[in-house]
Structure formats: C-alpha cells, structure tokens
C-alpha cells in the first residue's frame, strides 16, 4: 500500500477554520480515493468524509456545509477545509487511503499518522 503524510491541523477558537492536508508520498501507478476519519478519547473512529478518484465527495451529516475536500492537480494532495468549527470536531484527525477499482473505493489499506485538532469554545 500506499505511504500517506498528513499535515495541518492545530488549535482554534469555536467558529475557526482550519486546513488538514494529506499526501500520497511513494509512487503508484494505481489511482487512490482518500478520506478522513477522527477519533476522540474514549469513542470510536469516525468517517467523516472521502474522495473519490473521479472527484466526488461525500460527508458525514454532522459536518456537511463546514468542511470541504480539495485536491491538487495530480490528485497525489487532497486537504480537508474545516470551517466553523465546534468544539464537537476536537479529535485527532487520520487519513487513509483506498485503491479505486472498478470505480469505486475499495478497502482503506492505508493511514496517516494522524493531525489533532482542538476547538475551543
């Protein structure tokens, strides 16, 4: 599988932005969808949104309007826009990534390190 190396993140009043970005840093030939998961102490990880290789996106609902994804021309970058964040969001934010076959994502086969992000209100 692909290396991922996150970037971004850190600490913001409630209603902040911030940017998280996350890179494929070793060579593939094969086209990857990304996504973001979190996790805060004592709950399970949590999707929050993906995508795919074609460019589409979809979200969790409790972030749908406050956070985007983007990517890069060589579709190697994509970031995730948080805006208007809630105290809510605070939780350390990983990215993963899955090979795209037959048009669509498969198994997410790899993690970043993860990025924490703390919303204060």
């Known amino acids: 599988q692909v290396q991922l190396v996150e970037s971004g993140g850190g600490s913001v009043q409630a209603g902040g932005s911030l940017r998280l970005s996350c890179a494929i840093s070793?060579?593939?030939?094969?086209?990857?969808?990304m996504g973001w998961f979190r996790q805060s102490p004592g709950k399970e990880r949590e999707w929050v949104a993906t995508?795919?290789?074609?460019?589409?996106?979809s979200y969790v609902e409790s972030v749908k309007g406050r956070f985007t994804i983007s990517e890069d021309n060589t579709k190697k970058i994509r970031y995730l826009h948080m805006n208007s964040l809630k105290s809510e969001d605070t939780a350390m934010y990983y990215c993963?990534?899955?090979?795209?076959?037959?048009?669509?994502?498969?198994?997410?086969?790899?993690w970043g390190q993860g990025r924490q992000v703390t919303v204060s209100s």
């Open positions: 993963a990534a899955a090979p795209f076959i037959s048009s669509a994502c498969s198994t997410w086969n790899a």
């Open positions: 995508i795919g290789y074609t460019g589409s996106t």
């Open positions: 070793t060579y593939t030939s094969i086209p990857h969808c």
